[in-house]
């Protein structure tokens, strides 16, 4: 059995250490970077936490594939990186989509957490944030008829302008009368419910498809099949 300093989600003990007493390997990042849940028990309260772990050093791969954390002969610390704990948000079933940008990737995960724990205006205000970034930087530059500052700020004038004039694909303009003309839609009333919610994570969802995952997609594929030709 080997030993994790954390702070305790249980009984709030800062840097207390836990004996770690088995884990799983959840996902590998960057090609190297090893994540694990691994079930630990405070030493302070005796009760359990399953903390999330990442791995520190593209060094320690041949470590990690010989022994198990549970197995170390020193401390995880050295080797991982403590980085959160299982809770009730973590029965997110909503993934975002692929190749998004780093911070609407962020926003749109935090919105999924929201909404896996019952906080739809929460939820909702996060995915419409995230298409609030993806669509302030289509608009062009300068003087242009119709698009004023009062359009620019509000996402709710935005998006009409933007599929007026052809920069958002007509196929979406339906799901997206889920974004009102106020500004807010409710989510800063807090009058939204799941219906309403789920419908702004909808026309999210298949608005950053559309903007990223499939251009990225094309892009790689395009990519593949020069390497092929390349080698051939």
Same mark, same amino acid.
């Given at each position: ?17 836990? $004996? ?8 590998? %990042? ?21 903390? +999330? ?9 041949? /470590? ?11 401390? +995880? ?12 948000? $973590? ?6 989509? =692929? ?33 609030? /970034? ?9 003087? +242009? %008829? ?26 979406? =303009? ?21 219906? $309403? ?10 608005? /950053?498809?559309?903007?990223?995952? =499939?251009?990225?997609? /094309? =892009? ?10 390349? %080698?051939?």
């Amino acid at each position: 059995m080997s030993e994790l300093v954390a702070n305790c989600p249980r009984c709030k003990a800062k840097e207390m250490t836990f $004996d770690l007493i088995c884990e799983i390997s959840t996902y590998i %990042e960057c090609s190297w970077q090893r994540w694990f849940e691994a079930f630990s028990i405070c030493r302070q309260c005796n009760r359990s936490t399953v903390f +999330v772990l990442a791995q520190r050093e593209s060094s320690d791969d041949l /470590l990690l594939r010989k022994t198990r954390l549970s197995e170390l002969q020193r401390a +995880v610390n050295q080797v991982m990186y403590v980085k959160g704990h299982i809770t009730l948000k $973590d029965q997110v079933s909503e993934k975002p989509p =692929e190749h998004l940008p780093e911070n609407i990737n962020a926003v749109f995960k935090e919105g999924a957490a929201c909404m896996a724990i019952g906080c739809h205006n929460a939820g909702a205000t996060m995915f419409r944030l995230c298409i609030d /970034l993806a669509t302030k930087s289509m608009l062009p530059e300068g003087e +242009v %008829e119709g698009l004023n500052n009062k359009v620019r700020r509000n996402l709710g004038l935005r998006l009409p302008w933007l599929f007026k004039n052809n920069i958002l694909p007509n196929a979406l =303009e339906e799901l997206s009368s889920c974004i009102k003309d106020d500004g807010n839609d409710g989510a800063h009333e807090g009058t939204l419910n799941e219906q $309403d919610a789920e419908d702004i994570l909808d026309f999210t969802y298949v608005l /950053l498809e559309r903007l990223y995952t =499939e251009p990225k997609r /094309l =892009e790689l594929a395009k990519e593949r099949r020069q390497a092929r030709r390349t %080698e051939a």
